[in-house]
């Protein structure tokens, strides 16, 4: 099973600033094969990123991801107030298909 | 517009079943991958299940093998999850999503609660 590890587990930032998220993972992702979403509150997740890099619908180019083999990271390059939730990373190169812990991006 | 609908959910004792069921629309349901995805009160999220578009190729996560079962209906465009042999560990939000590795548009989720 492929652990996947964020650092770090909250991330304090004033509107405007960049945050970086980190994902590593426990075994080398084949194909990039790595995608992220965003959680709010009550809120199911939203899938931001895919194959680690591309936009989903929707995705502002604020947010950009870069990574491959076991290190991937999630860039916001400029923090909107509707930017702070929580962030998971999640492999689909081999099964079981699984998250990281996440990242809480919160207001400092 | 695509919708994705769980329903349920409820408060069962250790041991107990429930089958949870998620209707979709707005997409051809025939021709995607479903899965069931769950979150822990407070915690991060863990894949269940998934099944292939003719309900031919089904994944369990290891701790629900055996106690879960995922089905679908293309007809009724629903996919379900059987859940027996509940435990406390079970309790968690159930989330419903499109797609079989990953998920572009997911439900509200059904809360199950497994306690005496």
């Known amino acids: 099973e492929i652990v996947l590890t964020q650092s770090p587990g909250t991330l304090s930032l004033s509107p405007g600033e960049k945050a970086t998220l980190s994902c590593r993972a426990s075994q080398i992702i084949t194909r990039s094969q790595l995608v992220w979403y965003q959680q709010k509150p009550g809120q199911a997740p939203r899938l931001l990123i895919y194959?680690?890099?591309s936009r989903a619908t929707g995705t502002p180019d604020t947010f950009s991801g870069s990574g491959s083999g076991t290190d991937f990271t999630l860039t916001i390059s400029r923090l909107e107030p509707e930017d702070f939730a929580v962030y998971y990373c999640q492999q689909y190169s081999s099964s079981p298909l699984t998250f990281g812990g996440g990242t809480k991006v919160e207001i400092k | 517009e695509v919708q994705v609908v769980e329903s349920g959910g409820g408060l069962v004792q250790p041991g107990g079943s429930l089958r949870l069921s998620c209707v979709a629309s707005g997409f051809t349901f025939s021709g995607s991958w479903m899965s069931w995805v769950r979150q822990a009160p407070g915690k991060g999220l863990e894949w269940v299940a998934n099944i292939n578009q003719d309900g031919s190729e089904k994944q369990h996560v290891a701790s629900a093998r055996g106690r879960f079962t995922i089905s679908r209906d293309n007809a009724k465009s629903s996919v379900y999850l059987q859940m027996n042999s509940l435990r406390a560990e079970d309790t968690a939000i159930y989330y419903c999503a499109r797609g079989g590795f990953t998920y572009d548009f997911w439900g509200h989720g059904t809360l199950v609660t497994v306690s005496s």
């Open positions: 194959d680690a890099s």
